[in-house]
């Protein structure tokens, strides 16, 4: 896995957001910092080249569940990138007594039944226990 560094400009409207791309953090930060003037305008956010992806008719979802009373609080599509890497490796936690959960599936109505389906798994086999609780982050 190879990191980038992107210089965004977030203080100068109708400038280009994205102003330098470099693949060295000290590159990035000697970039922001070369005018005195310039310091502070520009943030520097991390990302990781060529991040693995997947293309295909499924569509990443994310499922909340309350066990307590047996609802869907919701499902619904996910469209940043960084849950739908969640939804790659079916990241499960647990907020209060609901659970987020990150899946592929073809539709919402096939999410709903495989987050069904794994919550009823996690409570049969008390996986749902190891979960640590994310209220506070």
């Not at 910092?33 to 956010?45: H, N, T, V, W």
Request: glycine fraction near 4%.
């Amino acid at each position: 896995m190879k990191t980038i560094y992107i210089v965004c400009n977030n203080h100068i409207p109708n400038e280009d957001y994205i102003v330098a791309v470099f693949d060295q953090p000290e590159m990035a930060t000697a970039f922001t910092e070369r005018l005195p003037a310039l310091k502070g305008r520009y943030e520097i956010i991390e990302k990781e080249l060529n991040p693995f992806f997947i293309g295909s008719d499924l569509q990443p979802y994310l499922v909340v569940l309350r066990p307590s009373d047996n609802t869907y609080l919701t499902v619904e599509p996910i469209y940043a990138f960084d849950e739908e890497q969640e939804a790659f490796h079916e990241v499960v936690s647990k907020v209060d007594e609901d659970f987020f959960m990150y899946m592929y599936a073809k539709n919402w109505k096939e999410a709903g039944i495989k987050g069904r389906k794994r919550l009823e798994e996690m409570l049969a086999n008390g996986e749902w226990m190891l979960l640590k609780d994310i209220t506070d982050r």
